[in-house]
């Protein structure tokens, strides 16, 4: 095995490695133990030694992150990236990670995360996040009291007096997104809810009730990227970065120009472009699901249907792991697992899925086959930033 890039052209990348660390409800660890149970899970899935990895990515811990992570897990990293662009942060640090590995500026880069923020507020060590700080632009909007939650209801509510999206519709979201969840060890709500259930709950801003939002956990999780040369050393199938895309939008409310369409429509549009594949041709999506409207808009914006047909599009079990397009295997944001920057579980659960390793939740083609072509679309802020990647198998 040779780790000398080539002269001729990039090299290609894969995921080799993922895992998660223990999730769901976890009092007794910290954040950096998450980190470390997860980066070890997803090296020995890999296969590879832990000296291959000159690369690392982290985000959210820490005074200077990655470096405080890096040196808890011993590791003296040449290539580093420290991006923080919310829940979003992760899909566009992979898209950094597979660039530099084809560039020949790092052969195997580790991308970790890991929270406790469920075990936090239950000791009392912090409170819930009612905004992102009063600083900057955000000066502006914060004194009258518009939440971070509020930003989402608002944008929803537009889509809704737009398109006749309907609240039963957005509901329609968290039902299947529970429903994939039940046969997933690992997810911290397993339970079926109906849309009566999710509309009767109790208001958290206005039209979501707290169905209609994610759930608040403990867990970490860990993403191992690797140049071709070392796939032949790896434990597992590859899975290729086939393209990615990134974008922003605005911070402040006033300067984002239509409530109904996310950054994702950049960022989605680029991916697919460099990937050489259309919409059509993916099997699984991984979106990021902080609310329901989330994942409404950015199947719009990524191409899977026209703008202002989400609504009638999750309609009908779509979504669902044996449905039109599975959405959300592991039950997502809304019921599997929602830490913090939930981005990075987005790629593990795509990962996963297209190695066929789904256990009683793997998707499968019409024909019985493992699927082909997965995207993941992570969501930072209040639709304020995007990262999409598309995987591949074989």
């Given at each position: ?50 000296e ?23 590791l ?9 662009v ?40 912090r ?24 930003k989402?209801?608002?944008a ?42 999710v509309?009767s ?9 707290k169905?209609?939002c ?19 050393d ?67 914006d ?8 989400g609504?009638?599009?999750v ?25 913090g920057m ?6 593990v ?6 190695r ?20 993941a ?8 930033s995007?990262?999409t990647?598309v995987?591949?198998?074989?």
């Amino acid at each position: 095995m040779s780790s000398t890039p080539s002269t001729h052209r990039p090299r290609k990348v894969a995921v080799v490695g993922v895992a998660l660390s223990d999730t769901g409800r976890v009092d007794d660890a910290t954040p950096y133990a998450l980190h470390a149970q997860a980066a070890r899970r997803a090296l020995a899935d890999s296969g590879l030694s832990r000296e291959v990895i000159d690369g690392f990515g982290s985000a959210g811990l820490g005074t200077l992150a990655p470096v405080e992570v890096a040196e808890y897990l011993g590791l003296r990293p040449t290539w580093v990236d420290s991006t923080a662009v919310g829940g979003a942060t992760w899909e566009v640090m992979a898209a950094h990670a597979a660039d530099a590995i084809a560039a020949g500026h790092a052969n195997a880069v580790l991308l970790v995360y890991g929270s406790t923020a469920r075990a936090d507020i239950k000791a009392r060590r912090r409170t819930s996040n009612l905004s992102f700080g009063g600083r900057g632009p955000l000066q502006f909007e914060v004194p009258y009291g518009h939440t971070l939650i509020a930003k989402y209801a608002m944008a929803a509510r537009r889509h809704m007096h737009e398109y006749g999206t309907t609240i039963e519709q957005l509901a329609q979201v968290a039902v299947q997104a529970r429903a994939n969840a039940a046969t997933n060890a690992d997810a911290m709500f397993r339970e079926p809810v109906t849309v009566e259930e999710v509309l009767s709950g109790p208001m958290i801003a206005d039209p979501f009730t707290k169905l209609h939002c994610c759930i608040r956990s403990d867990g970490g999780c860990a993403v191992l990227l690797a140049a071709e040369e070392y796939v032949p050393d790896t434990a597992k199938s590859p899975v290729w970065v086939l393209g990615s895309g990134t974008s922003v939008s605005h911070t402040t409310m006033s300067q984002w120009e239509d409530f109904t369409v996310s950054p994702a429509a950049v960022s989605g549009r680029l991916a697919f472009e460099r990937a050489g594949v259309r919409p059509a041709d993916i099997d699984l999506a991984e979106i990021y699901d902080a609310f329901t409207y989330m994942t409404l808009v950015t199947l719009e914006d990524l191409g899977f249907c026209d703008k202002g047909e989400g609504g009638a599009f999750v309609e009908k079990g779509r979504l669902l792991r044996e449905g039109e397009l599975p959405v959300n295997t592991d039950g997502g944001g809304l019921s599997a697992c929602h830490p913090g920057m939930r981005g990075l579980f987005l790629l593990v659960e795509a990962v996963r899925q297209l190695r066929g390793e789904g256990g009683a939740g793997q998707v499968r083609r019409g024909d019985g086959s493992l699927p082909e072509l997965a995207v993941a679309s992570g969501t930072g802020g209040w639709f304020c930033s995007s990262g999409t990647v598309v995987l591949g198998r074989g």
